[in-house]
């Protein structure tokens, strides 16, 4: 019975194995694919997923940021092409808040833009000037007053979209920071319990199919454990984008 135990351990591994040769064939083909050539043979080793590789998301982070992000500006040149003012629009429309606190979480101003137990918008527009200027003979008024209409419409939500994306980013951030610290934690614990039934197995206690039970509680530890700091990355760039380009 150990034995057929062991060899499912095995061909379990050897699956895998494959597996993850294939994945880092598919991206070496995707990434020479991005920069249009082969890549080189010196290619220098890729750091681990533990190390930083971006800047850590700072607190005080503000909204402002956000103007930068391509869905807005584009609302933006669409409301001026309507003659619009874009500074009352986005006094209007667009809520000034910190959008990080402490450890780079969502700050409590950016919670309340949304109503409390649901995902609804909650900031009330702020309009003290006319948005639109005038200009507009009266041929063209009924179609001009719909354009300012739609593209009041289209900047509001791009304006919910980016905040909301930023909103759901930082969630995203905060339950993966927890599931790394808590699976480092346990590939600590498994890593003991490998180097406990390996020492048992040397002294002649235990036989080596504990140590081999251990070593693959340890492995598949440590697989979870690389997908969730890869999540965290890839959740990294999300905020990246959804703040414009960086913060």
Request: proline share 3%; hydrophobic share 45%; no cysteine.
């Amino acid at each position: 019975l150990d034995a057929r135990s062991v060899e499912i351990q095995v061909k379990t591994a050897e699956a895998n194995l494959a597996a993850y040769r294939q994945q880092l064939s598919e991206t070496h083909n995707a990434l020479a694919f991005l920069i249009g050539t082969a890549l080189p043979s010196n290619l220098p080793a890729g750091r681990g997923l533990e190390q930083a590789i971006v800047a850590d998301l700072r607190s005080g982070v503000p909204s402002d940021l956000l103007e930068r992000r391509p869905d807005i500006l584009e609302a933006e040149h669409q409301l001026r092409a309507a003659n619009a003012n874009i500074g009352a629009a986005r006094a209007a429309f667009f809520p000034r808040v910190t959008l990080t606190g402490g450890a780079g979480t969502a700050s409590k101003s950016l919670g309340d833009l949304f109503q409390s137990g649901s995902s609804a918008w909650a900031f009330s527009p702020q309009i003290s000037v006319p948005i639109f200027d005038g200009g507009y003979n009266k041929a063209n008024l009924e179609v001009a007053e719909v354009r300012k209409q739609i593209g009041i419409a289209q900047y509001e939500k791009a304006i919910q979209t980016g905040f909301r994306e930023v909103s759901d980013g930082l969630a995203a951030r905060s339950g993966l920071n927890g599931q790394v610290a808590a699976y480092e934690g346990l590939v600590a614990a498994q890593q003991k319990r490998f180097d406990l039934a390996d020492a048992r197995y040397q002294q002649g206690v235990d036989s080596y199919f504990q140590v081999l039970d251990a070593h693959q509680d340890l492995y598949a530890a440590r697989q979870i454990l690389i997908r969730l700091r890869l999540a965290r990355l890839t959740n990294a760039v999300g905020l990246y984008k959804a703040l414009g380009g960086g913060w």
